[in-house]
């Protein structure tokens, strides 16, 4: 059980906009910032967004952070075929660790 | 640029030790937080720990706290994760990833893997 927690899966159509929720507590994504990573098959993770909201050079705008109390959001607009991968929330928690979300595994129909 | 660059796939048996590192170039090392992230076959990202090359400071997670070490060598700019005694369970793959300047910051570059097989 993970202690950010995320929908198993998603779906959506080439062009679709497609969101990915990640709920937490006040310990971690109420209190710190929120990470999102692309795990394509057979990969590394690869960040996708960090703090909350920015995107590293080179990701598309397609993709978008928000955060909003304890809970984020990913959202990922004009839906492609290569956007199909696993997506996982992270944060740090004021325990004194990393935590992680479950992961969303996408499927571009 | 920012490279981490992993030590390559391992099998072992149950009981014996393991040494993985992470060789980190293309930044200061002992500025930033590294850690390491497990993801056990066909599972999701487990946050194993971190450690600040710059004073040593080190954070498990409770899962992994007394279970693995992580360590550095700042000379040459190499992470560790070793085990003293590997069980079957510790079958999985291994990244390691760069931490931010600050604790909280969580990472951005990661490491490509390393595969630890533990089979009898």
């Known amino acids: 059980q993970s202690v950010l927690t995320q929908p198993p899966s998603a779906s959506g159509t080439p062009g679709q906009r497609v969101t990915i929720s990640c709920s937490g507590s006040?310990?971690?994504?109420?209190?710190?910032?929120v990470n999102w990573y692309q795990q394509l098959p057979g990969t590394a993770p690869k960040l996708l967004i960090y703090s909350n909201n920015q995107r590293p050079s080179g990701v598309p705008d397609r993709f978008s952070g928000s955060k909003s109390g304890t809970s984020a959001s990913l959202a990922i607009s004009g839906l492609q075929s290569e956007d199909e991968a696993d997506y996982y929330c992270?944060?740090?928690?004021?325990?004194?660790?990393?935590?992680f979300g479950g992961g969303t595994k996408l499927t571009v129909l | 640029e920012v490279q981490l660059v992993q030590s390559g796939a391992e099998v072992k048996k149950p009981g014996e030790s393991l040494k993985i590192s992470c060789m980190c170039s293309g930044y200061t090392f002992t500025s930033y937080w590294i850690g390491w992230v497990r993801q056990m076959p066909g599972k999701g990202l487990e946050w194993m720990g971190i450690?600040?090359?710059?004073?040593?400071?080190?954070k498990y997670s409770p899962s992994f706290q007394g279970q693995v070490t992580i360590s550095v060598d700042k000379s040459i700019s190499i992470a560790f994760l070793q085990w003293s005694s590997l069980k079957a369970s510790d079958t999985a793959m291994y990244y390691c990833?760069?931490?931010?300047?600050?604790?909280?910051?969580?990472?951005?570059?990661w490491g490509q893997g390393t595969l630890v097989t533990v089979s009898s």
């Open positions: 992270a944060a740090w928690d004021d325990s004194l660790n990393g935590v």
């Open positions: 450690i600040y090359p710059g004073d040593y400071d080190t």
């Open positions: 006040s310990s971690n994504i109420g209190s710190n910032v």
């Open positions: 990833a760069r931490g931010g300047q600050r604790l909280t910051s969580m990472h951005d570059y």
